[in-house]
Structures are given as C-alpha cells and as structure tokens.
C-alpha cells in the first residue's frame, strides 16, 4: 500500500481549513485499505498582526468583511457546509479573533509525540474556537488542550513561559508565503502537488488515489 505525504498549511482561525480538514478526513475514509495517508500540519497566521490578548472577534470581522450582513451571509454558508462536514460551527459564541502564534506553537510540539497526536491537538484547536467559542490565544485553554491531546501539561507550561518555537514559527509561515501559498487551507502532496482550499471530499478522494497510484508506478485512471 503507497504512502501519501500531506503537508497542510492552515490557521486554526480559519473556518474553511476546518472544514478543509474534516472533508481530508472523510476522504481518507474512503481510501482506507487502499491508500495509506502521512500528515503533518504547518502554521499559517491570517493575522499575525493582532495583539498577543487578541481583538473583539465581531468588530473585527465585520471589519474584515466589510459590514455584519457579509458576516451572517459567510456564516450561515459556513454552517450549512459544516454541518455535512460533522461540524457544528457556532459563530455566535466566539468572542475573541486571537493571535494564533502559540497555538502554532502548541501544534509544533504534538509533532514531537507523534502525528496521532499532533492530530488530536489540531482538531481540538479548531473544536475550542469554532464549536465551543474558547480564546485559542489563552494560555490556560492551551494547557488544557494539550492535556487533553495527550501532551505533558509541565512541559507545555514551562515551554509557553519561554520564547521557544517562535521564530521557527515564523520562519515556516515565511517559507509557505515564499512558495506561493497566499490562502488556506493548502493541502501539499508529495511536496509537488499544491491543492488549494477547501475542496470537495470527492477531488480530495480522487487526488489520494491518483497520487498513490502515481507512486506506485501505475497509470491514474
């Protein structure tokens, strides 16, 4: 069975790289036993200009937007496709746009535990900030995140009291602008293959088999 190496390049702010993952999820389901499929998430920030404390989630969005009803039309699209996708987006209860630096540091040393684990952080990020409306910039909910994942909370603890990771942060989210990557989700296939957004379960079902058939020597059909 061929392994498909993903990158996916994503910001745990981001709604459409939630729905992103989960609609990769469904799609590795649909290969299981034929495809074996490796992840590793990389950082991107949207806004790597906000405060360390974060802003007011709504002003800034309707900001961002350019008005509330442009708001509530992405929201209530977002809901309808989360909602195929197993996740109940609850925009009403998100409070604070944080500054997703640590939380890109917390991911960066899951990967230290092994992908099943950055796994678990990543998908418990995106459960805290969408669905649970929690400030995915606090220190508090990232400790508890990180318990929950399986990550020694300690050793979390003493690493966000330093500035450990930052600049190799930093660094990563440079790289992914330098190659092109200008929106995400980015989902980065054998470091060659660059599918932007949040694409369908179908194309991302498709792209996994014709890759792993690629790899392994045969002609895609």
């Not at 389901?29 to 709504?58: F, M, S, T």
Request: with cysteine; net charge negative; hydrophobic share 45%.
């Amino acid at each position: 069975m061929e392994t498909v190496n993903i990158d996916i390049v994503s910001d745990v702010v981001c709604p459409w790289c939630y729905l992103g993952k989960n609609r990769l999820d469904q799609a590795i389901a649909n290969v299981a036993g034929e495809v074996d499929v490796a992840i590793q998430w990389r950082p991107y920030q949207l806004n790597p200009d906000l405060p360390p404390e974060g802003v007011d989630h709504k002003r800034h969005l309707a900001a961002k937007l350019g008005g509330q009803d442009a708001v509530d039309r992405a929201h209530q699209m977002l809901e309808d496709l989360g909602r195929e996708a197993g996740i109940a987006f609850n925009f009403d209860a998100v409070e604070i746009s944080p500054n997703t630096l640590d939380a890109h540091r917390l991911i960066r040393w899951a990967a230290t535990s092994g992908t099943a684990a950055q796994a678990e952080t990543v998908r418990l990020l995106f459960k805290a900030n969408f669905e649970e409306g929690r400030n995915v910039g606090d220190h508090a909910v990232l400790l508890d995140i990180a318990e929950q994942a399986g990550l020694d909370r300690p050793v979390i603890a003493a690493l966000f009291s330093s500035d450990a990771d930052k600049d190799a942060v930093r660094q990563e989210i440079d790289m992914a602008r330098e190659i092109g990557v200008t929106g995400v989700p980015c989902f980065i296939i054998e470091e060659q293959y660059a599918v932007m957004g949040a694409q369908s379960v179908e194309v991302l079902t498709n792209a996994l088999r014709e890759i792993a058939q690629m790899k392994a020597g045969r002609p895609a059909h």
